[in-house]
């Protein structure tokens, strides 16, 4: 188990590794004066070259990556004008359009979409996953295919029409819900929670359509094999006989699942934090992209990237832990 | 100690029962089946079959694959209900009435009053829990206990099948356990509630020769302890010639014959009995008796003349690297003559499919010697190969899934003809269709699909296809030990049939020690990757040098129980020893 989970963990830090590559060479070595571009369009020439100092962007292409991966690992010092300003352990560079350095940029973005991210989970896990067993378990009865049909509903529906509908509904006909704005969780937790009620509800309905289906089609599986059959010809409850015995296979595919879905959201929850007006990641990296800020775009992209990576390896000894054969291969 | 005689017949006339609902053992059977009918959509599985088994009975259900014998067993248990199969008639077991009981009332019979042992136990035992929460489990739903209670029972359990060092295996997992230990591990689960009835559906069909033994001995001990009644169901005339007291054979979901197991396999009265009796291979029937007998012309002494078509020295062959290295062939020489049939026979993971594929080079030996009419092939580039392979072809086990089902027959059959260069469609159908019709099949069947056939006739589709690239040397990897016995002694007897006109080598690998020797000129047996013992058929069958030989053979089923209470009785001898 041990060596499963070293040679695991070294896997995607290579993973990790090959993503900075990528992402330099993708956007610091592009055709084009990368000084101006990360600058800014009203930068003057004496920034630039300052800039192009900073970057190193005169040395060679390893040198300059080099001094991008030491950031990062070890943390570097940016000379300014007047002085060094040190940029410590995670440093993703500094943006010089809002004149911050990414790392810090990020951070404050990181508890808002981290708040919207974790609580639509643990809702579309929990709604998918009971809608998805539930459909299996009624099999060809009324409940599966109105089931069938919400899911349907719910993977064709955009967030921005679901959220909206949600809107008009709870804040202004019924008007139970303040509108949507985010409090911090260290400022008023109960504030933050109802604030947040509405965005985690529309991302969790959409989301859960697909674990739904998943989790059906799956359970189906398990349901039809041999040692189901054998706990149910030995007197066993269909309850248990589900819970314990055909759900505890079925759930392999949707933890593969969860970990893509947990990791991209952190990047990719644009259009929720967006509609529900959420200061995240997603609307800092829409922001960073429309103005051209080449660092925080890299950083935030790179961050996103380490979520993926990081919960996929959770996932396989999730994997490993329910499944001890795994580990074995 | 419960009793040790078994509760055969019933306890003495206390007059008759008026009411199943009775609990307690009475005169009443144990089951009581009366015209029960199992349809599968428009597929009638089971036709009106009635049968009675006394308590402590023990009756075997036989029949070829189709002949509704599962189904017919899995009725016992309600394990119909749910699945869209239509089940009529009337089924009594151990005083519930299966067909009219409740939900619950299947339950409380399910697992406690009868229970069930299945065919595969690996896929049959949930692979994840351990072995012993999982018997703790079914104990709980039938039994007040607590955790630990349940517990101790599974271990118990488990150490009276005969799994050493129960309590440390009860936490391991199913993947974690042999075959053999896993199929014990199904009994155990099935014993824990003491059941007054075990319905065991083909327990030893995925096992080799030796653990099945050793799972039919068991059986047998289990059932004159416990004095609980036996249905076993099996394909194999000989697993319950070894086991039951009463048999039924059953053909397309009906009763052929019914009787003492002695009376039925030794005096059958019913065609269908004597056709499947007469193709069940038997161990004792010497080849030349009956296959070389019939051509008049003594073949062995021309065999011995010709030189060795195939000349394998020392071949090995490793797999994986590292401390996980295994040889699954290590260091075997053997020859092939012309005409002559080598036998192989093996448990599995013997490394008998590694040699036959080295064989005919599908395998690259790792190293040895490989030499085919005189030239050495071990080591020879494809390039160089390439005018051998024509000559050595080979048949494989399954014939489903050896043919591609997307590809008419006449197509897979051609594929060796277009290989070797023919071009001319007219020539490829004329042969393919003389081919066809060798193998027994019709020249018209080129256009049809693999899934159009039965698997014996798909089994031909295979042999048709070696013999299209005229072979010197075919090897068969298990060529019959997916089809019915009967179909299983029309497909040996083809092999046979065309050995003798082509003259071609052939090496035909099974586990099955009956089948090897109804063929078989020369028999090498295989154990570990080494042959522990080679030598004439009938030598090596009737005057064993190795004990793994010995051991074998006494594993394989009589079909004449008296013949089968004494290699029991020689199996317990030669574990002593």
């Given at each position: ?329 | ?298 073949l062995?002494?021309a065999v011995e003349d010709a030189a060795p078509l195939i000349e394998a020295v020392?071949l ?17 020489s053997l020859t092939v003559r012309a005409g002559e049939t080598l036998?192989i ?11 036959g594929?080295m064989l005919v080079r ?7 010697r490989l030499r085919y009419r005189g030239r050495e092939i071990g ?9 051998f392979r024509r000559e050595l072809q080979m ?71 070696a013999?299209?690239a005229e072979p010197k040397l075919i090897v068969c ?22 050995q003798?006109?082509l003259g071609i080598g052939l090496v035909f ?12 000129d020369r ?55």
């Amino acid at each position: 188990m041990t060596g499963f989970l070293l040679r695991r963990l070294g896997g995607a830090v290579l993973v990790l590794l090959a993503l900075t590559v990528v992402l330099y060479a993708v956007f610091y070595v592009a055709p084009g004066d990368v000084a101006q571009i990360a600058c800014g369009p009203r930068c003057s020439p004496a920034q630039v070259a300052q800039v192009t100092e900073q970057l190193r962007l005169d040395d060679p292409v390893y040198v300059q990556y080099a001094h991008f991966l030491q950031g990062i690992v070890a943390g570097r010092d940016f000379s300014t004008g007047t002085g060094a300003e040190h940029c410590a352990m995670p440093c993703l560079g500094v943006s010089y359009q809002s004149d911050q350095q990414v790392t810090q940029l990020i951070l404050a973005k990181l508890p808002v979409t981290g708040s919207l991210v974790i609580g639509a989970f643990a809702g579309w896990l929990v709604l998918g996953v009971g809608t998805g067993v539930l459909s299996a378990w009624r099999r060809g009865r009324l409940t599966e295919r109105v089931l069938t049909w919400l899911t349907l509903a719910g993977s064709a529906t955009p967030v921005f029409v679901i959220g909206l509908l949600l809107i008009i509904l709870f804040c202004s006909t019924l008007q139970w819900l303040p509108a949507p704005s985010y409090v911090p969780f260290t400022e008023d937790p109960e504030q933050w929670a109802w604030g947040l009620l509405l965005p985690w509800t529309s991302l969790a309905l959409i989301e859960s359509a697909k674990y739904a289906r998943l989790t059906r089609s799956a359970m189906l599986e398990t349901l039809a094999e041999d040692h189901v059959r054998t706990f149910r010809a030995y007197g066993v409850g269909e309850r248990a006989v589900i819970g314990r015995h055909a759900l505890r296979g079925a759930v392999a595919p949707v933890i593969a699942l969860s970990a893509l879905d947990f990791g991209t959201m952190f990047g990719g929850a644009v259009l929720t934090e967006s509609l529900f007006g959420i200061p995240g990641i997603g609307r800092e990296l829409v922001h960073a992209v429309k103005v051209v800020d080449l660092p925080v775009v890299v950083g935030m992209v790179l961050v996103t990237g380490f979520f993926v990576v990081l919960a996929n390896a959770v996932a396989d000894l999730l994997y490993a832990l329910a499944d001890r054969r795994v580990a074995l291969s | 100690m419960t009793s040790h005689e078994p509760l055969t017949g019933p306890a003495g006339a206390t007059g008759s029962g008026t009411s199943s609902s009775g609990a307690a053992g009475s005169a009443d059977p144990l089951v009581e089946v009366t015209d029960l009918t199992v349809d599968f959509g428009e597929v009638r599985a089971v036709d009106r079959l009635s049968f009675t088994l006394e308590p402590g009975g023990a009756l075997g259900v036989v029949g070829e694959s189709g002949s509704g014998k599962s189904a017919a067993a899995y009725a016992l248990l309600g394990l119909h209900r749910g699945t869209g199969a239509r089940v009529g008639g009337s089924v009594l077991v151990a005083g519930t009435d299966v067909n009219a009981a409740d939900e619950r009332g299947l339950r409380a019979l399910r697992g406690a009053r009868a229970a069930m042992v299945f065919q595969d136990p690996l896929s049959s035992l949930d692979p994840y829990y351990p072995v012993g929460d999982q018997i703790a489990e079914v104990y709980r739903v039938h039994r007040p206990v607590n955790r630990r209670a349940a517990r101790a029972r599974a271990v118990e359990v488990l150490d009276r099948v005969g799994i050493p060092d129960a309590a440390r295996r009860s936490r391991l997992r199913p993947h974690e356990f042999s075959g053999g230990m896993r199929q014990r591990a199904l009994i155990a689960m099935a014993l824990a509630c003491e059941p007054r009835l075990l319905v065991a559906d083909e327990p030893t069909t995925a096992l080799d020769v030796t653990v099945q033994a050793q799972i039919l001995d068991l059986l047998h001990d289990l059932r004159h302890e416990t004095g609980m009644g036996l249905l076993l169901v099996t394909h194999d005339v000989g697993v319950a010639a070894e086991s039951v007291d009463d048999v039924l054979v059953m053909r397309r979901g009906a009763e052929v014959e019914r009787g003492p197991v002695a009376r039925v396999l030794g005096a059958p009265r019913e065609p269908y009995t004597k056709e499947l009796l007469a193709a069940v291979p038997r161990l004792e029937v010497r080849r030349t008796a009956s296959v070389s007998a019939v051509e008049g012309a003594p073949l062995v002494p021309a065999v011995e003349d010709a030189a060795p078509l195939i000349e394998a020295v020392d071949l090995r062959r490793a797999f994986g690297r590292g401390s996980g290295r295994v040889a699954a062939v290590d260091g075997v020489s053997l020859t092939v003559r012309a005409g002559e049939t080598l036998g192989i026979v093996g448990e599995s993971g013997s490394g008998k499919t590694t040699l036959g594929r080295m064989l005919v080079r599908l395998l690259d030996p790792t190293s040895g010697r490989l030499r085919y009419r005189g030239r050495e092939i071990g080591a020879l580039p494809e390039r160089e190969l390439r005018p051998f392979r024509r000559e050595l072809q080979m048949v494989f086990q399954d014939p489903v899934a050896s043919l591609n089902p997307r590809r008419s027959v006449g197509e897979s059959v051609a594929d060796p003809l277009r290989a070797a260069g023919e071009r001319d469609e007219g020539r490829i159908r004329d042969r393919v269709g003389a081919l066809l019709e060798r193998v027994g099949l019709e020249p018209a069947h080129f256009e049809r699909y693999p899934h159009e056939f039965s698997g014996g006739q798909r089994q031909r589709v295979g042999i048709a296809r070696a013999l299209a690239a005229e072979p010197k040397l075919i090897v068969c990897d298990e060529p019959v030990s997916a089809l019915d016995v009967t179909t299983q002694a029309q497909v040996v007897a083809l092999l046979a049939e065309l050995q003798r006109e082509l003259g071609i080598g052939l090496v035909f690998i099974a586990h099955d020690l009956a089948v090897v020797r109804q063929v078989s000129d020369r028999v090498a047996v295989m154990r570990r990757g080494v042959l522990v013992e080679q030598g004439e058929a009938d030598a090596v069958y009737e005057d064993p040098r190795d004990p793994y030989t010995r051991q074998l053979l006494a594993a394989v089923p009589a079909l004449d129980p008296g013949l089968a209470a004494a290699r029991r009785a020689a199996r317990r001898e030669l574990a002593r020893a």
